[in-house]
């Protein structure tokens, strides 16, 4: 495969990379040269070389595998997570604390140019209506005061961890990509819509599939994982040099219907 993306060389961190998104990104990111090291809490299939089983609820666990694939890194891509149907602390402390721990961590090591992209979500679109809690929470400086900012302001994310975590994904993305591009790193997110991915039966299972049935796709089918992992190497290639602190929506013309009156937003709402 061609480099026009320029990964030949590069070392890429991937969070997720067992499943879903993050397994089709770290195969596109192999085929396309680069050195590719995979974080996971399961054992993938045995198709990524540099596969290390970490908890990313475990900030210590986060620093161990760090320490283990050591610097420079190019890139981070912040794929893993978990579903709705978790505990809403436990989606807050993964989803959104976790990935900020390893992004904090990584940035040190990052080469000149580096990029970082995490994976949130059309569910995250609304953070800037929640700006004055969602900052607040993002901004605490570790994962221990980031759990402290949750006991102590449950509110936002009790009945609502999944959404809450993408909100503070993307508030996250605004607030210190800002900060870092002065340093010549970039750090955006992508906003998938509904994606086929081993994920979806939980979603699912929470949000009932009359829902799923019923969600506006103006394209009129679900993502891939694979059309999803190319938009999020696309974001962080060195190609997409001037795209920074911003949330890139790849959900098949979901927001541009929502935003423009084509898509009632009443839709959207899970039967009670």
């Known amino acids: 495969m061609d480099d026009v993306l320029r990964y030949e060389g590069t070392r890429a961190l991937v969070t997720g990379a067992a499943s879903g998104m993050g397994a089709a990104t770290a195969s596109i990111l192999a085929e396309l040269g680069a050195e590719v090291h995979g974080l996971d809490i399961q054992d993938g299939d045995g198709s ?57 961590r990584v940035i040190p090591l990052m080469a000149p140019g580096g990029s970082i992209a ?8 609304g953070w800037i209506v929640n700006a004055a809690s969602m900052l607040a ?10 759990e402290a900012w949750l006991d102590a302001n449950p ?22 990509g800002f900060q870092l591009a002065p340093e010549g790193i ?18 699912i299972e929470s949000q009932g599939q009359e829902f799923f049935d019923n969600f506006p796709k103006p394209v009129g089918r679900n993502s891939t994982a694979e059309e999803q992992a190319w938009c999020l190497v696309m974001l962080n ?18 927001t541009g219907g929502l935003f423009t009156g084509g898509i009632d937003p009443t839709v959207l709402m899970p039967p009670e």
């Open 237 to 254: 290639s060195p190609r997409s040099s001037y795209v920074v602190a911003t949330s890139v929506f790849a959900d098949g013309g979901f």
């Open 186 to 203: 970039r750090l955006n997110s992508l906003n998938p819509g509904p994606t086929d991915t081993p994920m979806m039966p939980a979603f």
């Open 48 to 104: 990524l070389d540099n596969l290390h089983r970490c908890d990313l609820g475990d900030p210590e666990a986060i620093d161990s595998v760090v320490e283990v694939v050591g610097g420079p890194i190019d890139s981070l891509f912040n794929c893993a997570g978990l579903p709705t149907t978790a505990p809403d602390r436990q989606v807050m402390l993964v989803n959104f604390c976790g990935h900020r721990h390893l992004t904090e």
């Open 137 to 146: 929470f993002v901004a605490q400086p570790d994962f221990a005061a980031g």
């Open 155 to 176: 509110d936002p994310w009790t009945g609502n961890g999944y959404a809450c975590s993408k909100e503070a994904i993307n508030a996250y993305v605004a607030w210190r």
């Open 118 to 125: 995490f994976i949130s979500s059309v569910a995250g679109m």
